[in-house]
C-alpha cells in the first residue's frame, strides 16, 4: 500500500479535539472492558474520559481506580488473563513505574493496549515531552508504535488491537504519543462509527490460553535451564517480527474500510528521489516533513522517513530505502547514554549488513521538551551534510546545546 | 452449616502429589485446605513466594486450579484486575484469589492490597504466613516474631511484627480472619464465609515452615495449633466492623511453642519471658477491640 | 504463522517427579489401632493418603514425602514412621 493521500471518511463523525480525547475515543470503540487507571501529567484527561464514557453509559467497561501505575498495569495483565480487552495509559514516571510488569505482559502474551503519552523522565522534573519514557522499554517486548496526529493516535489503538491480538503475535503494545505537542492539542478528528470498529474489531477471543476453572492450567512457573525458557523468548522475538507484517496487511484494511493511511512500519515520502534521508518519530517527524518540504524547494534532495514502528524495528524497509543514497539523518528524541541515539544506532545496525550502506549520521533534539522547530531540522540537514563529507566519528551529535560540548 | 470432615472428604483434590514443596510444609497444608473449600470456581494468582516453587516446573504444575504466577508486589492488583475481568464477562461466579506469602502482603505488596482493599475490589486476599522470606532462604519480614533469627537477622529480629489483619480490617475490608493450620476446622469454615462474601476479603493463615524455623518435620501441625494456644497466634475475625475472638484455649507456656524452634533457640529465660509479655499485649488489645463493637468501619 | 512456544503447565502428579524418594522415613499404618477418624488424611499436605477397598486409610508411597504429620496427629498412635533401609523398596 503506498497510497498516502487520505480521502474523507464517509461514516464516522467530525470533532475537533486533543490527541488524548481521540485515544479515549479509540478505546471506547475498542470496546475495551477493563481499565485500570491512574493519573499522571500529561495523560490524565485520557483516564478522565474514559471515566465519564464509563459513568455516562457509553462504554460497558470495568474502571478500576488503582493506586499505582505498578497496579494499573498488574490489573490490566489480571484482566487480560481472563480473557478481557484491557487498556491503560500512562507517562514518563508512571510507565518506568509498570516496566516489571511491562515485561510480565509480554511473558504471559497478553495483547493489551496501553497509550503513552511521552514525558521527559525526572529528575529534575519536566512535564514535556521526550522519548525517554517509551524508548526505556524498548526491550519489554511491547509492540511501540509513535503516531504524529491526533488522527493517528485514534486509528492507530484500533489497528494495534488487531495486531496484538492476531493469533501469531499476541503481544501488548503501546501507541506512543507526544505530550502537549499532541495530547493536548485540539484539531480535527474523525471518530468512527461504532458499527464500523465492530467490523473491523471483533471481541476478544483468547487463542493460547486463559484463566478458566473449566480448564485448569498454571501460567508461569519455573522453568529449568534445560526446558524451553529460551525458546519462549525466542517465540516472543518471533511474534514481534510477526507483528510487523500483520501491520502491514491491517494498515491497509484500515484504509480500505475507514479511508485513512498513516504508513505501516514506517511512513515514506520523497525516499525513492532524494539523495539524503532524514528520519524520525511522533511529531518530531511531522516538523521534519515540513522542513524538507522546504529545503526540496531550496534545491535539496531530501526525503522523509518516519519510524512509525520502533518495535519491532523496520530495519528491512530502512535498508531497502536507504540504498544508493549519500547519507541518512537521524534525529533522536531520547538518548541511550554513553552511546548515542536509540533510532541512530539501530538503524546502524540494521543497515550494517547493506552492500549499499550509507553514512548514518544522529542527533540528540528536543529533550525535555525544548523546542524543535522548521529551522531548527533545516539546520541539523545541513550540519548533517557537512558531517558525511567530513567523516562522522560518532552515533549522534547533541543539537542546540546552551553549553559547548566538550571536545566540539 | 459449618464445614465438617465428611465434607472436606467429599470436596475435591486441587493438590496434585509429588509437587515440590519441603515435607511437613504448611503452606501446602493450607493450599489444600483452602482450595478445597472454594471448589472448582476459583482462580489463583501467586506472587512471587514458596508456593511459585511448591506448583513444581513446567511443563507440570502440582495444582489443579487455573495459577497465574506473577510479579512480588502484584498479587492484589492482578487479582482486582481478573476480578474486573471475570465480571465485564459475565463470570462473576468465579472466585478470584490472591495466594501470597508474608513477604508479598506484609512488605512488597502491601500498597496493591492496600489500594485493593479499599477499593473493595471482589477478591478473596489470603496470606499464608510462614514469618519470613522463606523462598530465598529465609530473611526477615514484616512479618517476623522479635527474637527469631533469621539469615538477615543473625542474633534475633529486634522490632516487633506488624498487626497486618487489623491494618486490613481498618480499610473496612468486608470480611477479615486469622487462622492456623493446626485449627483446620475454624480455618475452613471463615473461608467458606469468605467465599460467601464479595468485596475485599482477607484471611491470614499461619503456615508453619520446619525449613525456615528450624523444627522436626512432623511437628508442623503441632506447632500451628500450639502458637494458638500459647497467644502467639491469635484466631479471630473482623465482620460488620466488629471483632471477635473466635479460639480461646486454655493458654500453655510460650516456651512449649518456642523449645522445638532452632530459630528461637538463642534466647534467655529473660527474652522468653519479654517476647510472653508481647504478645499477651497484642492479646489484650485485641480483647478491648472486641469489647469495643463496631470499631472497624 | 510463527510458532508460538507458551509456557503452560498442566496439572499432574509428579510435578516434581517421584518424591517418595525423598523419604527417610516410611509412615506405615496400624490397622488394628486405626480408628479411621481420617486426620492423617485432612493434615497430609501432599494428598496421598485415600481410602483404601478395606475403608481404611492408604498411602500413595510412590509420593509420600515421609514428613511424619500424620503419624504425629494420629490421635491413636496408629501410624509408625519405620526407617526406609535397603530391603524397604517402594
Ligand atoms: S508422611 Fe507426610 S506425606 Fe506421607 S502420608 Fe504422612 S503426612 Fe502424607
Ligand atoms: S489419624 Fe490415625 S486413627 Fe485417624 S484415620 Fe489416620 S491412621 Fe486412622
Redesign the interface.
Known amino acids: 500500500m503506498t497510497a498516502q493521500a487520505s480521502r474523507l471518511a464517509e461514516g464516522g463523525r467530525w470533532d475537533i479535539i486533543t490527541a488524548n480525547h481521540a485515544v479515549a475515543h479509540a478505546a471506547r470503540l475498542a470496546r475495551v472492558?477493563?481499565v485500570?487507571a491512574y493519573p499522571i501529567t500529561p495523560q490524565t484527561t485520557i483516564v478522565e474520559y474514559l471515566a465519564d464514557f464509563i459513568e455516562r453509559g457509553e462504554l460497558?467497561?470495568?474502571y478500576?481506580?488503582?493506586?499505582?501505575e505498578?497496579?494499573?498495569m498488574?490489573?490490566?495483565?489480571?484482566?487480560?488473563?481472563?480473557?478481557?480487552r484491557?487498556f491503560t495509559a500512562t507517562a514518563s514516571q508512571g510507565l518506568l513505574l509498570m516496566h516489571?510488569?511491562l515485561h510480565?505482559a509480554v511473558g504471559?502474551r497478553l495483547p493489551i493496549g496501553m497509550a503513552v503519552v511521552n514525558r521527559a523522565v525526572g529528575p529534575p522534573w519536566s512535564i514535556h515531552v521526550d522519548h525517554q519514557d517509551a524508548i526505556s522499554q524498548r526491550d519489554t517486548g511491547w509492540l511501540q508504535l509513535f503516531v504524529s496526529s491526533n488522527q493517528e493516535a485514534l486509528d492507530s489503538v484500533l489497528m494495534m488491537y488487531k495486531v496484538a491480538e492476531s493469533p501469531d503475535v499476541l503481544l501488548p503494545f503501546m501507541v506512543c504519543l507526544d505530550g502537549f505537542v499532541l495530547s493536548h492539542t485540539y484539531a480535527p478528528v474523525n471518530i468512527p462509527d461504532q458499527g464500523d470498529v465492530d467490523s473491523f474489531l471483533p471481541p476478544y477471543d483468547p487463542p493460547h490460553w486463559r484463566?478458566?476453572?473449566d480448564?485448569?492450567?498454571?501460567?508461569?512457573?519455573?522453568?529449568?535451564p534445560d526446558?524451553?525458557y529460551m525458546e519462549m523468548r525466542w517465540s516472543i522475538d518471533r511474534a514481534s517480527r510477526a507483528a510487523k507484517d500483520r501491520l502491514k496487511e491491517i494498515s491497509t484494511e484500515f484504509a480500505e474500510k475507514f479511508g485513512r493511511y498513516h504508513g505501516s512500519a514506517i511512513y515514506e515520502r520523497w525516499s525513492q528521489d532524494s539523495d539524503y534521508l532524514m528520519v524520525a518519530s511522533g511529531t518530531l517527524a511531522s516538523e521534519a516533513e515540513v522542513a524538507i518540504e522546504e529545503l526540496r524547494r531550496e534545491g535539496e534532495s531530501v526525503g522523509l522517513v518516519k519510524i512509525r514502528l520502533y518495535r519491532p524495528f523496520p530495519g528491512e524497509e530502512i535498508t531497502e530505502l536507504a540504498a544508493g543514497k549519500k547519507g541518512i539523518i537521524v534525529v533522536d528524541r531520547s538518548v541511550s547514554f554513553g552511546h548515542g541515539g536509540p533510532l541512530a544506532s539501530d538503524l546502524r545496525a540494521s543497515l550494517y549488513h547493506a552492500e549499499d550502506r550509507p553514512p548514518v549520521v544522529g542527533f540528540i533534539a528536543g529533550l525535555g521538551g525544548r523546542d524543535v522547530r522548521v529551522r531548527d531540522l533545516k539546520a541539523i540537514f545541513r550540519s548533517a551534510k557537512r558531517k558525511i563529507s567530513e567523516g562522522v566519528d560518532r552515533v549522534s551529535y547533541w543539537y542546540g546545546l546552551k553549553v559547548r560540548e566538550v571536545g566540539e | 452449616m459449618p464445614i465438617t470432615?465428611k465434607d472436606?472428604?467429599r470436596a475435591g483434590?486441587f493438590?496434585?502429589?509429588?509437587?515440590?514443596?519441603c515435607?511437613?510444609?504448611g503452606a501446602?497444608?493450607a493450599f489444600?485446605l483452602v482450595s478445597k473449600v472454594l471448589g472448582?470456581?476459583?482462580?489463583y494468582?501467586i506472587p512471587a513466594c514458596c508456593t511459585?516453587?511448591i506448583?513444581?516446573?513446567?511443563?507440570?504444575?502440582?495444582?489443579?486450579?487455573?495459577?497465574?504466577?506473577?510479579?512480588f508486589?502484584?498479587a492484589?492488583?492482578?487479582?482486582?484486575?481478573?476480578?474486573?475481568?471475570?465480571?465485564?464477562?459475565g463470570?462473576g461466579n468465579?472466585r478470584v484469589v490472591a495466594w501470597a506469602g508474608d513477604g508479598g502482603t506484609y512488605d512488597i505488596g502491601i500498597?496493591?492490597l492496600?489500594?485493593a482493599a479499599?477499593?473493595g475490589?471482589d477478591v478473596l486476599y489470603i496470606c499464608y504466613n510462614n514469618e519470613a522470606y522463606m523462598n530465598t532462604g529465609i530473611q526477615r519480614s514484616g512479618a517476623t516474631p522479635p527474637k527469631a533469627w533469621t539469615k538477615t537477622t543473625p542474633t534475633g529480629k529486634a522490632e516487633m511484627k506488624k498487626n497486618m489483619p487489623l491494618i486490613v480490617a481498618a480499610h473496612g475490608a468486608s470480611y477479615v480472619a486469622t487462622a492456623s493450620?493446626g485449627y483446620?476446622f475454624d480455618l475452613v469454615n471463615k473461608v467458606a464465609k469468605a467465599r460467601d462474601k464479595r468485596g475485599f476479603r482477607y484471611i491470614e493463615i499461619l503456615s508453619t515452615c520446619p525449613t525456615g524455623w528450624n523444627y522436626p518435620?512432623?511437628?508442623?501441625?503441632?506447632l500451628a495449633r500450639l502458637a494458638v494456644d500459647t497467644y502467639v497466634w491469635p484466631l479471630y475475625e473482623v465482620e460488620d466492623g466488629k471483632l471477635r475472638i473466635t479460639m480461646r484455649p486454655k493458654r500453655r507456656p510460650l516456651r512449649e511453642y518456642l523449645a522445638p524452634q532452632r530459630r528461637f533457640a538463642h534466647l534467655t529465660e529473660e527474652d522468653v519471658r519479654a517476647l510472653e509479655r508481647a504478645f499477651m499485649d497484642r492479646w489484650e488489645a485485641l480483647e478491648k477491640l472486641e469489647a469495643a463493637g463496631r470499631i472497624f468501619v | 504463522m510463527a510458532t508460538n512456544v507458551i509456557?503452560?503447565?498442566?496439572?499432574?502428579?509428579?510435578?516434581?517427579?517421584?518424591?517418595g524418594i525423598?523419604?527417610v522415613f516410611r509412615p506405615v499404618i496400624n490397622k488394628e489401632k486405626c480408628v479411621k477418624?481420617?486426620l492423617c488424611?485432612?493434615?497430609c499436605?501432599?494428598?496421598?493418603i485415600s481410602e483404601g477397598a478395606d475403608g481404611f486409610p492408604e498411602i500413595?508411597y510412590?509420593?509420600?514425602?515421609?514428613?511424619?504429620?500424620c503419624?504425629?496427629?494420629c490421635p491413636t498412635k496408629a501410624i509408625e514412621?519405620v526407617p526406609e533401609g535397603r530391603g524397604n523398596s517402594l
Open positions: 472492558q477493563v485500570p460497558d467497561a470495568r478500576i481506580r488503582v493506586e499505582s505498578h497496579s494499573a498488574a490489573a490490566a495483565i489480571g484482566a487480560s488473563t481472563v480473557g478481557a484491557a516489571e510488569v510480565w504471559a484463566m478458566d476453572p480448564a485448569p492450567i498454571t501460567y508461569g512457573n519455573l522453568v529449568m526446558q524451553l | 470432615m472436606l472428604r483434590k493438590v496434585m502429589p509429588g509437587n515440590a514443596a515435607p511437613g510444609c501446602l497444608v489444600k472448582k470456581d476459583a482462580v494468582v511459585s516453587v506448583q513444581g516446573p513446567y511443563p507440570k504444575s502440582g495444582f489443579r486450579v487455573p495459577v497465574f504466577n506473577m510479579a508486589a502484584a492484589a492488583s492482578t487479582a482486582a484486575g481478573m476480578a474486573a475481568g471475570l465480571a465485564a464477562l463470570r468465579v500498597q496493591a492496600s489500594g479499599e477499593r475490589d493450620i483446620p518435620v512432623n511437628k508442623t501441625i503441632e | 509456557p503452560v503447565s498442566l496439572p499432574e502428579a509428579g510435578a516434581s517427579g517421584e518424591t525423598w523419604r477418624c481420617w488424611w485432612l493434615y499436605q501432599e494428598e496421598v500413595d510412590t509420593y509420600c514425602k515421609g514428613c511424619g504429620m503419624a504425629n496427629e514412621m
